[in-house]
């Protein structure tokens, strides 16, 4: 089986940096990628990492740890517009082409 | 580009009635994705299809029949709607070529079911 584990909330102000946590239990891990979703909307692809290291896009950026079974969202400079859920997602190797989500990070950014 | 358009909007279905959720993309992508996201959760694979023709389970496919009319469109069928398949439907496409874990997804369909 697999497993994946984030923080339910996250309260931030805005201008602030948050880093959004997610950790994994999965045999043949391939790869982690970040969705960002606002309420009542559809889940936007953020970043993925398949290798060890950060990937900065923009404001954004996402690091994984493959030895750690460990990736993390990180989000500078807050804007109040950035308040939404943000689900970490894994792929592994014997079920290519279908993604596990977790159960998602609610951030709220604060004036 | 309209990207992934889904149909209908919302839906209230009473428990043992029938109905088909569309989904297309104009996108050109080979692979598409049935999920199903409840109240708190994250979204849950319901069927997935690699390419036209072919079709797989995911994590929660009991109570769900689909089917890949053409490249570009993907339906999902409840046969015998019950309360518990209450949920947002989300359609998803993904071009193999690039990268599966890049996925684009429809704007979702309301189903309520009584």
């Known amino acids: 089986g697999q497993s994946l584990e984030q923080p339910s909330e996250v309260t931030a102000v805005e201008g602030a940096i948050v880093q959004i946590n997610c950790t994994y239990q999965?045999?043949?891990?391939?790869?982690l990628s970040w969705y960002q979703q606002h309420d009542g909307g559809a889940p936007t692809f953020l970043s993925y990492n398949a290798l060890d290291g950060l990937e900065e896009t923009g404001r954004f950026s996402s690091f994984l740890s493959r030895s750690d079974s460990y990736g993390y969202l990180l989000l500078q400079e807050l804007q109040m517009k950035d308040s939404a859920s943000y689900f970490c997602?894994?792929?592994?190797?014997?079920?290519?082409?279908?993604?596990?989500f977790g159960a998602g990070t609610q951030v709220v950014v604060t004036p | 580009n309209a990207g992934v358009t889904q149909t209908p909007k919302f839906q209230v279905l009473k428990t043992g009635q029938s109905m088909t959720l569309q989904c297309a993309q104009d996108?050109?992508?080979?692979?598409m994705y049935w999920y199903r996201q409840d109240p708190g959760m994250g979204l849950r694979l319901i069927y997935y299809s690699a390419s036209e023709g072919t079709t797989d389970k995911g994590e929660v496919p009991n109570g769900y029949n689909v089917s890949r009319l053409n490249k570009r469109e993907f339906s999902l069928r409840l046969e015998s709607a019950a309360p518990s398949q209450t949920s947002v439907y989300f359609c998803?496409?993904?071009?193999?070529?690039?990268?599966?874990?890049?996925?684009?997804f429809g704007p979702g369909t309301r189903l309520t079911v009584t």
């Open positions: 999965t045999s043949g891990f391939y790869g």
């Open positions: 996108m050109n992508h080979n692979s």
């Open positions: 997602a894994v792929g592994q190797t014997d079920s290519w082409g279908k993604l596990q």
């Open positions: 998803a496409s993904s071009d193999e070529t690039r990268n599966f874990f890049e996925q684009y």
